[in-house]
């Protein structure tokens, strides 16, 4: 799936992100993204860009060029629509698009964090991280179970896999090499879950 296609599908899904907070099971806390607006705008502007040629040659160069140019982009809708913006929240905007569009979203920062060896998606507010040995419940959390659905196709589809009803269940690898378990209903009885096992760079001795 091409970066274009995955952006069009998450700019798709973002209607129904008010109804989905509405939505949450009762323990949730009902919170509201205050700069879903602008995310928006972001969104669009990045999904006008990638159309163009010059986009896609970014693309094939690799993450790297394609994540400057985003920023790029980012930063300038900013400096248009929300000069207000406090330089703190411009970078957790900035940080979110780029998980969501190049990364796998709210756990993007979790998978590139040594401190954390496994971690475990049971819901869309229930990931929890191993560190050290201990297991504990983190704060990242999702929209609803679409978008943990969603970071689950971004996993699958580059490996040419696929996860649906007919195939509830897939084994594969991200590209730092961790070991990635997704199960879906329904064979997963309380919505989709996803485990990540990584892999300590410093060898046993």
């Known amino acids: 799936m091409s970066l274009l296609e995955r952006l069009q599908k998450e700019k798709g899904s973002e209607v129904q992100d008010i109804k989905a ?13 205050p700069f879903a607006d602008i995310k928006s705008k972001i969104h669009s502007k990045i999904i006008e860009e990638i159309k163009t040629e010059a986009f896609k040659n970014l693309e094939e160069d690799g993450d790297e060029n394609l994540q400057k140019q985003i920023n790029e982009i980012i930063e300038s809708v900013l400096n ?17 698009i780029i998980d969501e ?24 507010d229930m990931v929890y991280v191993e560190k050290k040995g201990k297991l504990v419940l983190s704060d990242v959390t999702f929209k609803d179970e679409q978008h943990v659905m969603h970071v689950i196709e971004k996993i699958v589809a580059p490996l040419g896999r696929r996860i649906d009803e007919s195939s509830p269940m897939v084994d594969a690898r991200l ?4 070991r990635v378990n ?9 919505g989709p879950t996803i485990t990540i096992r990584k892999f300590s760079d410093k060898p046993f001795t």
Request: charged share 25%; hydrophobic share 30%.
């Open 80 to 96: 248009e629509e929300s000069a207000y913006i406090p330089k703190n929240e411009r970078s957790k905007i900035a940080s979110d």
């Open 101 to 124: 569009t190049i990364g796998f979203g709210p756990i993007n920062p979790l998978i590139h964090d040594p401190t954390v060896s496994e971690i475990m998606v049971n819901g869309p």
């Open 21 to 33: 907070l509405r939505g949450k099971r009762p323990h949730m806390e009902q919170k509201e993204d």
């Open 175 to 178: 590209p730092n090499g961790s």
């Open 182 to 190: 997704a199960i879906i209903p329904p064979l997963a009885l309380n």
